[in-house]
Each structure stands twice: as C-alpha cells, then as structure tokens.
C-alpha cells in the first residue's frame, strides 16, 4: 500500500504511555455500559467482564506520535485518507457534512464513553463520544494468529470501524436499536449482521475512492483486504474456537458474505449499492 503520498490526520489520540493502569475493585457501571456496548456489536461481553477487575485509575493524556514509529503514523495517514473520501462522499452522494471522528491508540485498557475498552475487544468503535479505539497489538495478532497479513488488511480493518461512524451519521445504527428492542435475539443477530456488512461495503467504496484520488494501491492489496475479511467472518472464527458453526448465532456475517460486501462496494463507489438492510440475500 503507497500510503506515504497520503495526508497524516490530526484526530488521532495516543494514550499508549497512559496505560494500562488498572485499579482493582468491582465491576461497575461502566463495564456494564461497554459490556452492552460489545453486544451491540457482535463481541461477546464476557470478553468485558472477565477483564473488568476495575476501572483506569487516572485519566488518560494524548502524546504526540513519534516520527519513527512507522505503525501509528500508518494509522493516521489511514485515518486521513478516510476524512477525505467521506468529505467528498458526503458532499456528492448525501449533500450533507461529515463530521470527523476521533481514533484512540491505547495499549491494554482506557476509558471511552461506553466504559472501559480493552484490548480483548479488538477494535471498536463508541457511537457515544464518536471514537474508533485501536490496541496496535490487534495488527500483530491479525498477521500471526489470523493469517491475515498486509497493510491494506490493516487499512480494511480501520475503515471498516469508520465505517461504523458513518452509519451513525446516517441513522442505519437505529434500525439494529429497534432489532434490538423488539425482545427477539434472532433479529438483534440478524441486523447486526446487516450493520456489519455495511460497514464492510463501506470500506470497499473508501478504497476505490482513495485510489482513484490518490492510486493508493498495489498489486495484491486487495487480495489481502479480502483476506482479512474472511479471516473475521463468523463461520472462520467459530470454527476456530469451538469447532463448529452456529449460524443463527452470526453477528457480522460469514467469510463469503464479508468478502462479497467489501468487494460490492469497492467495484461500486456508491453507498445506495451498500443497503444491506434492504438486501433480499446478503
């Protein structure tokens, strides 16, 4: 990936030398808070709990990113190429602003709006305070323990999160509210699927647009962005961990239909052609 042409963002905070600092103590409202957080988006919340001794025992400070340090400064280029498309998008497709988010380095724990995040999380993104959270040690993971290596595959992974707070911002995070609401965990599964195949779609319309702007990428990029979707799809990871698959448990779809969603909205640039909710098969 030629990210080194593209322009560093300013939203980005780094409280890796804040943390983690943990405090012992009970479980408290803001565990609970993340917990439902995670839920909401496919995580299971045990991953919350069982990590929840208690809460950061000071706030965190945002430290300039170092100039040698070749995998944050990736992160903020990223990050900057994602500003820059959905500006234009927004503008073209919506006639509306968009608002930058936030994106949080942390390493181990740190506070969010939605509670204590945790690096066991992986990467999330709080609707609350509008933040996308990122332990850098996720990407390590996705290239020894996921089989997904590449830069691209780390580019798809941030835009995938953005792509959540574009949905935030055009209200598609309510539909699997009211999923949510109806007391069916069938239909909270399935919408989250649909949100997540969204957000899918979404970063393949971030790539085509950021390599038409600036021909960001390089011969097997995209290879390795579908890839690394396919690594993170339900059916791959609940044959990972327990052996088996349950579909109906599915809360951000299968490795064929991340792949297939991702690749939509690369080939199409257009966000009507990413209305999973509306999609007949997904």
Avoid at 51 to 62: I, K, N, R, V
Avoid at 153 to 158: F, T
């Amino acid at each position: 990936m030629r990210w080194d042409r593209s322009r560093t963002s300013r939203n980005v905070e780094d409280r890796r030398a804040s943390g983690p600092r943990m405090g012992k103590g009970s479980i408290g409202i803001g565990t609970i808070v993340l917990a439902l957080v995670a839920m909401y988006f496919g995580v299971d919340p045990s991953v919350v709990l069982q990590f929840a001794d208690g809460t950061p025992t000071s706030a965190p400070t945002s430290q300039p990113i170092p100039a040698n340090d070749r995998q944050a400064q990736f992160v903020a280029k990223v990050l900057g190429e994602t500003e820059d498309v959905w500006q234009e998008i927004f503008r073209t497709q919506t006639n509306g602003s968009y608002r930058e988010p936030s994106l949080v380095l942390f390493r181990g724990a740190t506070p969010t709006a939605c509670g204590t995040g945790q690096s066991a999380m992986g990467p999330f993104y709080c609707p609350a305070d509008q933040k996308v959270y990122i332990d850098l040690s996720f990407f390590d993971d996705m290239e020894n323990k996921m089989n997904a290596p590449g830069e691209f595959a780390r580019a798809y992974v941030i835009a995938h999160e953005v792509g959540h707070h574009v949905q935030l911002m055009t209200g598609s995070m309510q539909k699997v509210d009211e999923a949510r609401r109806s007391g069916s965990q069938t239909r909270a599964n399935q919408a989250s699927v649909r949100l997540e195949l969204q957000a899918d779609c979404y970063a393949g319309i971030w790539a085509r647009h950021a390599d038409s702007a600036r021909q960001i990428l390089e011969p097997g990029d995209l290879e390795h962005a579908l890839n690394a979707a396919s690594a993170v799809g339900d059916d791959t990871l609940q044959r990972q961990h327990q052996g088996r698959i349950v579909p109906d448990s599915f809360t951000h779809g299968s490795a064929a239909q991340r792949m297939r969603w991702f690749q939509r909205g690369f080939d199409s640039g257009s966000m009507r052609d990413c209305d999973t909710f509306s999609a007949s098969q997904l």
